[in-house]
């Protein structure tokens, strides 16, 4: 019988054990995209180092005070965003995937990524070869499910496909999921929060694909485009057992999970969320319970 991997995950929401993350220190708003433009527009200079830190630290509390083992790459002064590890890897039911990053700036990373588990001991189960795909559209909903987004950028068409392929021929239901480009990625319009229930910017998804997730019992609480695309409001991390990490200024959503039963942990981020990122796409989950 073949050795399960020790990194290995099959859902958004099963209790996190262990997950990995990339601390700040040479992290820099780039103008990559429109939120760090705009971001970069409005204050005319970069995010505060010690404030960086001291909101990195609070994500990092947070996630060991809900029992979360957290390990780490180490951070390369040329990798500016390498801080958001969710999109050169995925963790699958079967070991990891090292995705194909499609920003030049961003390429490097994969390296390290590549270092990680070598070094941990889990062999990576698959390379990405076609196109580009990044693990901020990757979506393992439940054991068998699984959405993956694109916009012909971040992920494209045949990155997404070829991921795709791989969880249909071991018999899951996958959906790809195409949406406009300057939402960067699905997890800012999309995310788990707990099994059967995610919130999401329901305007900006085609109906059908909002069918199919009904049709497979998730129920979506909803996000406003300001929320999303001004402060991440979508960009959350399931930690099971009815628990997730919601940065503190996404006030009015905390409030409606808390509404729902949920435990919300809200460290603040929003000089990360100013970059384009938050809490789903610092943290990619090595290790989850199942479901």
């Not at 708003?29 to 971001?39: A, F, Q």
């Not at 987004?149 to 195409?178: C, K, L, N, P, S």
């Not at 997730?213 to 960009?235: S, W």
């Amino acid at each position: 019988m073949t050795e399960a991997p020790r990194w290995r995950v099959d859902s958004e929401t099963g209790v996190l054990r262990d997950v990995l993350l990339c601390p700040p220190d040479h992290y820099a708003w780039i103008p990559t995209n429109d939120i760090v433009r705009r971001t970069l527009a409005r204050t005319g200079r970069q995010p505060d180092a010690q404030g960086l830190q001291a909101q990195f630290r609070e994500l990092v509390d947070a996630l060991e005070g809900a029992g979360v083992g957290c390990h780490y790459l180490e951070p390369e002064p040329q990798l500016p965003y390498q801080v958001y590890t969710r999109d050169s890897s995925q963790v699958t039911p079967w070991g990891p995937m090292v995705t194909q990053l499609f920003r030049p700036q961003r390429r490097g990373e994969v390296a390290s990524v590549v270092k990680f588990y070598e070094r941990t001991g889990c062999p990576i189960w698959r390379f990405a070869s076609s196109g580009a795909i990044e693990g901020g559209d990757i979506h393992i909903v439940r054991p068998g499910v699984m959405a993956i987004g694109y916009t012909g950028e971040r992920t494209t068409a045949e990155g997404a496909e070829q991921f795709a392929g791989w969880f249909r021929d071991a018999g899951w239901d996958t959906r790809v999921i195409a949406f406009p480009e300057h939402f960067l990625h699905l997890d800012v319009i999309f995310s788990m929060v707990a099994d059967g229930l995610a919130i999401a910017v329901a305007d900006v998804i085609d109906d059908e694909h909002l069918d199919w997730f009904a049709a497979h019992g998730i129920r979506i609480l909803p996000v406003t485009y300001k929320e999303a695309v001004g402060a991440m409001g979508c960009n959350v991390l399931a930690l099971g057992r009815d628990r997730v990490v919601s940065p503190a200024h996404s006030r009015r959503i905390n409030a409606m999970l808390r509404a729902e039963g949920l435990t919300v942990l809200d460290p603040a981020l929003d000089l990360f969320a100013a970059g384009g990122g938050s809490v789903h796409c610092m943290t990619m989950p090595l290790r989850r319970d199942p479901i």
